[in-house]
């Protein structure tokens, strides 16, 4: 979900309006998912790396999560929305993790759109910590080496369950995966919008869709 700082740079006011505004696309964008019978949306919304930013920013960003957790959790249910969340969930603020632990068990049992938070997320430790994973059972002999595949990796990402993403969005007009689901994205389409995301509405995730429905998958095939 990028592009918040410059849509509110571009308006001459404080970055956090811009991830503000964002939260209106989401809001949108998880409507047009449930509608167009799109099963699982995964939201980049805030990266490992992105611990680095500004003190004030990472707090207004949790600030936001928060907020959103406190006024959004019962909504979310009533849809029947299953909410999960990937990433270093421990690294966030107490509150935000209470709510964040809250909302995943009120909607676990739903069955309709999975929405999945990326939050403190980085793909390569989560593959770091998959291998790590997969080491120790080797080292206690309950995996055998050659057996690995695959399937073996998969099962041990924080996805675990969670089909290979179809489409990847990408807003902004940024031509780079960000770290972001580096191994569940090896065949996923990618389109890319120069659109900010706090401008990226239901209109342009349907946009989105219509264009994935022209692509033809090959999988390496011919
Ligand atoms: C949103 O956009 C990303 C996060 C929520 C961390 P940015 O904050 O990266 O916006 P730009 O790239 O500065 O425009
Ligand atoms: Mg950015």
Not at 139 to 151: A, E, F, R, S, T
């Amino acid at each position: 979900m990028d592009g918040n700082g410059r849509w509110a740079q571009q308006r001459g006011l404080p970055r956090l309006m811009g991830h503000h505004e964002g939260a209106n696309s989401i809001r949108e964008c998880v409507e047009a998912c449930q509608q167009a019978g799109v099963q699982y949306l995964t939201l980049y919304a805030f990266s490992l790396e992105n611990w680095k930013r500004p003190r004030t920013e990472v707090k207004g960003l949790m600030g936001l999560l928060e907020r959103f957790l406190r006024e959004r959790t019962d909504e979310i249910a009533q849809k029947g929305i299953c909410l999960r969340a990937i990433g270093r969930l421990q690294d966030l603020p107490e509150p935000c993790h209470k709510l964040l632990s809250e909302a995943l068990r009120k909607t676990a049992e739903n069955r309709g759109l999975t929405l999945i938070l990326a939050l403190s997320y980085g793909s390569r430790t989560e593959i770091v910590d998959a291998i790590k994973n997969i080491a120790e059972q080797a080292i206690d002999g309950k995996i055998q080496p050659d057996q690995i595949n695959d399937q073996t990796v998969a099962d041990h990402l924080y996805t675990k369950g969670v089909p290979d993403p179809d489409l990847l969005i990408r807003t902004s007009g940024e031509m780079r995966l960000s770290n972001f689901l580096l191994w569940q994205l090896s065949y996923t389409e990618i389109y890319v919008t120069q659109k900010l995301w706090p401008d990226f509405r239901a209109a342009d995730l349907q946009r989105a869709l219509q264009d994935y429905n022209t692509r033809h998958r090959r999988y390496g095939g011919i």
